[in-house]
């Protein structure tokens, strides 16, 4: 792609401020896109913020601040967002992360849980109406980070927040299930709206989650380290599934890829698993997509 590619295309990456999101809107960035950086640390978002600026030439990179911890900080920023951009063409879901021990946030919900599903959930939610505004022009897409490590674990309903037999591998591996399940459900609710939904698994890629997992998943990143991925290589699929022009990207009807390709899921990753999903999500989230920070 030439590097007005996306001129006047409004991009939305979550997690943009290391990894595999900055890669990515950076990328979106030098392809001429409008880039909203959503980060949560104020201090390293401006940082990406002007790191992006200095290497692209692209001035048109703003910063938005939330917690993906605190479903109400993401319902302000959410809302702060809408007022500033009516069109998004492009959402990335990329924000996440793991945790060594079971933590509880202060709105009572499984930090994982909440951090790596029910914050992207809430998000996508609201801003929906601009996705859906930009594709009564042309094709607007959303894109989730989803992982291998779905095949971890299928979910248990009466337990999503792991209150039982808590690990950092089973509780990641779960959340990057309900990313791609929410992808494929989100895929079928959108039909004949213009809107592509996606997931992709990135691989193994050597980015810092792995210091923040415990000592398990401190040990497999030491174990595994020289044959991961760079982080250029794991944002490849990423980038080909948000800005794409070719056809299978441009068609992949809530389906889960690695290598920009079609890629196999859990049996357990079922289309009924990804309509009780969203029900339970929708009503998790309720109080909080009342939320308006203008108000």
């Given at each position: 792609?030439?590097?007005?590619?996306?001129?006047?295309?409004?991009?939305?990456?979550?997690?943009?401020?290391s990894g595999i999101g900055l890669f990515s809107a950076r990328r979106f960035a030098e392809l001429g896109a409008n880039v909203a950086l959503v980060c949560r640390n104020e201090q390293r978002g401006h940082e990406a913020l002007a790191e992006i600026i200095a290497t692209t030439g692209n001035e048109n990179i703003s910063l938005y601040l939330?917690?993906?911890?605190?479903?109400a900080s993401v319902s302000e920023m959410?809302?702060?967002?809408?007022?500033?951009?009516?069109?998004?063409?492009?959402?990335?879901?990329?924000?996440?992360?793991?945790?060594?021990?079971?933590?509880?946030?202060?709105?009572?919900?499984?930090?994982?849980?909440?951090?790596n599903h029910l914050s992207s959930f809430l998000l996508t939610k609201k801003l929906l109406p601009a996705v859906l505004n930009a594709a009564s022009g042309d094709l607007a897409r959303i894109v989730f980070t989803s992982s291998y490590g779905h095949f971890n674990s299928a979910l248990?309903?009466?337990?999503?927040?792991?209150?039982?037999?808590?690990?950092?591998?089973?509780?990641?591996g779960r959340s990057k299930l309900m990313n791609l399940l929410t992808a494929r459900e989100l895929q079928y609710r959108l039909r004949g709206k213009n809107v592509v939904v996606s997931s992709f698994h990135p691989g193994a890629v050597r980015t810092p989650i792995w210091n923040k997992g415990g000592m398990l998943a401190r040990l497999l990143g030491l174990v595994l380290y020289p044959f991961m991925k760079s982080i250029g290589q794991g944002?490849?699929?990423?980038?080909?599934?948000?800005?794409?022009?070719?056809?299978?990207?441009k068609e992949a009807d809530g389906h889960y890829f690695y290598e920009s390709k079609r890629a196999e899921t859990a049996k357990f990753a079922t289309a009924e698993d990804a309509k009780?999903?969203?029900?339970?999500?929708?009503?998790?989230?309720a109080p909080y997509c009342l939320l308006d920070a203008g108000s």
């Open positions: 792609m030439t590097q007005a590619a996306l001129s006047g295309k409004n991009y939305v990456v979550t997690g943009a401020n939330a917690d993906f911890s605190s479903l959410a809302d702060k967002l809408l007022r500033d951009i009516s069109k998004i063409d492009v959402l990335c879901n990329n924000a996440g992360g793991a945790n060594g021990s079971r933590q509880v946030t202060d709105e009572g919900f499984e930090t994982t849980f909440v951090s248990n309903f009466d337990d999503l927040g792991l209150a039982q037999g808590y690990s950092t591998l089973k509780a990641y944002s490849d699929t990423f980038v080909w599934l948000a800005s794409s022009e070719d056809q299978a990207s009780r999903l969203w029900q339970i999500s929708e009503e998790l989230i």
